[in-house]
């Protein structure tokens, strides 16, 4: 069940009907949007939302669409170079660094405090493939999360 604290601060809302727009029922925009109503609280005070009549174009159109789906991620990679050899190791890791926007992210990940999206472990086990090795990625744990 998503709450308010859910819904990342900033976040824009989608107050289009089910009859509006066919995707409604599945967009994260129109769940926060169906969280911050039930509520019935006056926090946030001042939101963003799309606007009402964008939701009338077609729905498969709508480029704020977000699947509310959860998502696989990855958490943690403290182990992700063991079974490598050192020497292939030391020429991986820094293009597994490169899978990150920078090296702050790269660290958080490994150590588990960011998540690792699908796009990211897709990245990694791109490296891991070149290394012509056969090993694979292996992460910490796995999460199941929504991709706000």
Known sequence: MT????IPKN???????DEACP???TCLHA???????????NEPLLI???NPNYAKQPADK???????APVRFARGMAHLFDELPLKQARAV????MNCFSCRSIFF???GGERLITPEEQEAIARVFRATGLGIEPKYDEYVSAIRW
């Open 3 to 6: 709450t308010l604290q859910d």
């Open 11 to 17: 976040y824009v809302y989608c107050f289009a009907s």
């Open 23 to 25: 995707q409604a029922g």
């Open 31 to 41: 769940l926060a949007a169906r969280v911050l109503t039930e509520s019935g609280k």
């Open 48 to 50: 963003q939302c799309i």
């Open 62 to 68: 709508c480029t704020f669409y977000r699947d509310s």
């Open 93 to 96: 890791r820094p293009r597994v």
């Open 108 to 110: 958080q990940a490994r």
